[in-house]
C-alpha cells in the first residue's frame, strides 16, 4: 500500500470516526489552512495554486452552508449570511487574486474557527 492510500484511508479512519463537533473543527481547520495557503500563493505568483487552495476553500464553505440548520437556533440565518459572504469573497479574490479578500476571509474564519473548537471541547468535556 503506498504512502498516500495509507494517508487517504487514515484521514478516512479519522472523520468516520469523529464526532460532529470535532468534524465541524476539522473541516474550519482546514478552511483556514486553505486561506493561508492561498495567500501565500497569491503573494508568490503562483496563480493555479491559489486558486485551488481557494476553490477547495469554497466547497468546505459550500459544504457547511449546505449542513446549517438554520432554524435550530436564532443565529443560524446570521451564520449563512456569513457563509455566502464568505464564498462571493472567495470567488473574487480567485477571481482578480486580492490578497486582500484573502485577508478579509481569514479575519472571519479564524475567530469562527477558535470558538467552534472552544464548543467542542466544551462539549467534550461535558457530562453526557
Same mark, same amino acid.
Given at each position: 500500500m503506498s504512502a498516500a492510500s495509507l494517508r487517504a484511508r487514515y484521514l478516512g479512519d479519522a472523520v468516520a470516526t469523529s464526532s460532529p463537533q470535532q468534524v465541524l473543527v476539522m473541516l474550519y481547520d482546514r478552511l483556514a489552512l486553505d486561506l493561508e495557503r492561498a495567500q501565500t500563493a497569491v503573494r508568490g505568483g503562483e496563480r493555479a495554486e491559489a486558486s485551488e487552495q481557494l476553490q477547495h476553500a469554497q466547497a468546505i464553505v459550500l459544504e457547511l452552508l449546505a449542513s446549517l440548520d438554520v432554524d435550530a437556533w436564532e443565529g443560524g440565518p446570521r451564520l449563512a449570511a456569513l457563509y455566502n459572504w464568505l464564498i462571493g469573497e472567495l470567488v473574487q479574490a480567485n477571481?482578480? !487574486?486580492?490578497?486582500?479578500?484573502? %485577508?478579509a476571509c481569514r479575519q472571519v474564519v479564524e475567530p469562527l474557527r477558535d470558538a467552534w473548537r472552544q464548543a /467542542? /471541547? %466544551? !462539549? /467534550?468535556g461535558s457530562p453526557s
Open positions: 477571481v482578480k !487574486l486580492d490578497p486582500n479578500r484573502i %485577508s /467542542a /471541547a %466544551s !462539549l /467534550a
